[in-house]
């Protein structure tokens, strides 16, 4: 289903995303975190419905089809290391610390941090070009939230 968006994000000179499909890769990026532990859970699927309707300015029902369609992007997805360099290249610098507080978000609406999500989290932050620094100041900011 995703072959051509694929292909184009993981081209060795991708181009600049449009908005819809930065949204896209955004959104599978957080699915992916919230699998990473091996359990998807209601909260962490009902946390990205959450940021992508806030983030997004999204009604509902288009929440649920972009979360949908990231859902299938994600498995489809090549590795982390490829997909998120893709992502870098289409989220200006000055958005990307939202993007791993979306992602702290989604780790610790089941309740907790896992091994598994906090080293994808740090895997992430490095290759969107956020320290480890900003990266812990963004995750307190999310506690802090909620």
Excluded: C
Excluded at 64 to 80: G, Y
């Amino acid at each position: 289903m995703f072959a051509d968006f694929l292909k184009r994000l993981t081209s060795p000179s991708p181009q600049p995303l449009a908005d819809p499909d930065a949204r896209l890769a955004v959104s599978a990026l957080l699915v992916r975190v919230a699998r990473s532990d091996g359990h998807f859970s209601q909260e962490e699927r009902s946390k990205i419905l959450d940021v992508l309707a806030h983030r997004y300015d999204l009604n509902d029902a288009e929440a649920e089809t972009l979360a949908k369609d990231a859902e299938q992007l994600e498995s489809e997805a090549p590795d982390t290391v490829r997909f998120t360099r893709a992502i870098k290249d289409a989220v200006p610098f000055e958005t990307r610390i939202t993007v791993i507080e979306a992602l702290w978000e989604v780790v610790l609406a089941d309740g907790g941090r896992d091994a598994a999500e906090d080293s994808l989290v740090r895997l992430v932050s490095g290759l969107l070009g956020v320290t480890d620094q900003e990266s812990a100041r963004a995750r307190h900011r999310v506690s802090a939230s909620n």
